[in-house]
């Protein structure tokens, strides 16, 4: 198991004709994600590395039965195509793109939700179930097949903290980005659930960041659901209040998104919070 | 993106919203000058800043003849308000509130969705009301498929009056106002306070907006309205190179690709007993170009005595990433010592090449820290 992907993920490019749309479809595929086709309007019949092109993703789900799909249009129209996925019967859309208008992701977010699919991200790395499946930009040679669930709200700091894991010999069930945008797909909580219910993952580690509560709402339902040891770290003790830190989301207003409180509310239900990277491994050690 | 209040204030009336009689001032004649055009003995003086909190500080005054008017007028322009200078006042008509409301429309990351926030308890930070009384803060989750159906804003109404007629004036403004909201990709839309009148009406005597930076590209007349500040133009300079920077004032200057990551680099630099000069993603590729303007807009900030470069190979390799490095440095002039950790893909091969340089190398991100702080200590030595 792991969870939302795997070797039956059967995966389409919305935007593979552009240029980060091809270069990861390629390096998708490389890893050994069933990368069935990709959508282009006005470029079916093309093929990308072996990848054949649809006008649409009806028509990519209709001749390859996609059941997941990984999106790199630009921001003004990454709505529509997080849409037109949803539409199309695509069950796991997985949106990169960075920048997207907060309004267009509330829309497409209920439209998705309506049709029963899921979403992930945007502004996200992606995820990965090692040696089963790649949908996503990360860097896959830094994974490893195991037992832990990764959960984060950053790109290249996942890949620190996964890097260190791998390091230790803890291996990755599935790691998953969350994206850095305020409003943004599967959070915490759902994918706490996932994690808790598959049988493969017997650990888990949170990466948040700065920036609203929901670290400190996954505290509270770490504390009430969740069986499985879980470790936590937090970005931004350093950042100023007001100021937008790289991620649209990771800002602390008002006085509260602050890291001081997210990491109390872990603290208060007995969750570890490492201090820096390195010390995740180890603080998981001791839990397992 | 912020705007002032006399802005928010004229795209509400756009949208139908009432809102008080006032007039935008930028010298004490302007304000003498209005205060002869305005319909009213008693006015108020609002400094235009792009700050809250602007009453407690003395920047909302009421004057009841012209040589209050003046005095006041005079006080406020130039005053400064966390650390904005006040350069232009409203001067609007007093009015005989009654009773005063809070409403506004937020994002809310946890239900996805954009909501009608209203409280009896108007006038006073929104924030302080969350903290002393939350129940009474009302909530009200928008489904964007509908919006704001005049039976939901008829439900929101009864929350804060009893009175049919108020109930159905109070409906109009919000759905006025979750559709300025919607139209022009707002992130806040706050009317605090909306007051009930002596007379009966219900209107916003002030007004707050903020807009999401990610929409801007489609309101051009929003856009337009942007007024930086001298920190933030450097933040926006450092934009328009793909980078994200945050000034904070520390000695180590911080280059990272991620935020996350930039993030976790400055609170460990704090951690091992340094203060980070800036928040700094560089974003993906790490090409000579891009680390040079990184390096330039480090050095601009004469504070910083040491620079942290702490970048992850991930699809671009450390290998690439050393060299890209070697050339930029060729083009750098500066005795400032670097210390460099490079992790990932090809790290070995990366700090390989980096052998021999004049860069300061390191492999954790503990080992990159404590050299950092190490040598901004011996610098000031």
New interface residues.
């Given amino acids: 198991m792991s969870i939302l992907i795997d070797k039956d993920t059967r995966l389409i490019v919305q935007g593979i004709t552009g240029r980060d749309g091809g270069f990861h479809a390629s390096?998708m595929k490389t890893y050994g994600t069933n990368v069935v086709g990709g959508t282009s309007p006005g470029k079916a019949g093309e093929f990308v590395e072996d990848i054949p092109v649809f006008n649409s993703v009806k028509e990519a789900v209709k001749e390859t039965g996609a059941n997941t799909s990984i999106i790199f249009v630009p921001?003004?129209f990454a709505k529509d195509a997080m849409m037109e996925a949803a539409d199309a019967g695509i069950q796991l859309i997985v949106c990169i793109t960075e920048?997207?208008?907060?309004?267009?992701?509330?829309?497409a977010?209920?439209?998705i939700k309506s049709k029963g699919a899921n979403l992930i991200g945007p502004n996200c790395p992606g995820l990965i179930s090692p040696k089963k499946s790649l949908v996503g930009?990360?860097?896959s040679?830094?994974f490893k097949q195991g037992s832990t669930g990764v959960i984060?709200?950053?790109?290249?700091?996942?890949?620190?903290v996964v890097?260190n894991l791998t390091d230790n010999g803890m291996g990755q069930s599935t790691a998953i980005g969350v994206g850095?945008d305020?409003?943004?797909g599967l959070y915490y909580k759902e994918l706490l659930e996932m994690f808790e219910n598959d049988p493969e993952t017997d650990s888990i580690v949170l990466?948040g960041?700065?920036g609203?509560?929901?670290e400190e709402?996954a505290a509270e339902y770490i504390k009430n659901h969740i069986t499985k040891p879980v470790v936590a770290f937090i970005?931004?003790?350093?950042?100023?209040p007001g100021?937008?830190?790289?991620?649209?989301?990771?800002i602390i207003s008002?006085?509260?998104g602050t890291?001081a409180e997210k990491i109390a509310a872990f603290e208060a239900v007995g969750i570890p919070v490492a201090?820096?990277?390195?010390h995740i491994p180890l603080l998981l050690k001791e839990l397992i | 993106m912020k705007i002032h209040e006399y802005q928010a204030k004229e795209l509400f009336a756009n949208y139908g919203i009432q809102v008080d009689q006032s007039v935008l001032c930028r010298s004490v004649d302007d304000a003498v000058k209005a205060y002869s055009q305005l319909d009213s003995q008693k006015v108020i003086v609002k400094a235009q800043v792009h700050s809250g909190g602007r009453g407690k500080v003395g920047g909302v005054k009421l004057a009841n003849d012209e040589i209050e008017l003046r005095k006041h007028a005079s006080n406020i322009l130039g005053m400064n308000i966390k650390g904005y200078t006040v350069d232009r006042i409203l001067v609007g008509q007093a009015i005989n509130i009654s009773k005063e409301y809070y409403v506004s429309y937020v994002i809310d990351r946890n239900s996805k969705s954009t909501i009608l926030m209203l409280s009896k308890e108007g006038g006073m930070e929104i924030e302080e009301v969350a903290r002393i009384s939350p129940e009474k803060i009302h909530k009200f989750v928008i489904d964007p498929s509908i919006g704001v159906p005049d039976y939901l804003a008829r439900e929101a109404a009864f929350k804060l009056f009893d009175d049919l007629n108020l109930v159905r004036q109070a409906a109009t403004i919000f759905q006025k106002l979750y559709k300025l909201f919607v139209d022009t990709d707002a992130s806040l839309a706050e009317i605090n306070p909306l007051v009930l009148t002596q007379e009966g009406n219900i209107i916003a005597i002030d007004a707050k907006m903020t807009f999401d930076d990610n929409a801007l590209y489609r309101h051009p007349k929003i856009a337009v309205l942007n007024e930086p500040t001298e920190e933030e133009k450097r933040e926006q300079n450092a934009k328009s190179k793909g980078f994200s920077y945050v000034h904070l004032g520390g000695e180590i200057g911080c280059m990272v690709n991620g935020a996350g990551l930039a993030m976790t680099t400055m609170d460990m630099t704090k951690l091992y007993g340094g203060n980070p000069a800036n928040f700094l993603d560089i974003g993906g590729s790490s090409n000579p170009t891009k680390v040079i303007e990184a390096m330039k807009l480090l050095l601009s900030d004469k504070n910083v005595q040491v620079v942290l470069i702490n970048i992850f190979g991930g699809i671009t390799r450390c290998d690439d990433v050393a060299h890209g490095l070697l050339e930029a440095f060729k083009q750098i002039k500066t005795e400032i010592p670097i210390v460099i950790r490079l992790a990932g893909t090809n790290e070995k091969e990366g700090r390989a090449l980096l052998e021999g340089s004049c860069f300061h190398v390191a492999e954790t991100m503990g080992e990159a820290t404590k050299k950092a702080v190490d040598l901004t200590y011996n610098y000031q030595d």
């Fill in positions: 390096k921001a003004p920048g997207i208008p907060t309004l267009d992701v509330i829309q977010y209920h439209f930009i990360m860097p040679m830094i984060s709200r950053s790109g290249t700091l996942t890949y620190e890097y850095g305020p409003v943004v990466i960041e700065i609203g509560d929901a709402l970005a931004g003790q350093q950042a100023p100021k937008q830190m790289g991620h649209a989301g990771a008002s006085g509260t890291a201090k820096e990277p390195s």
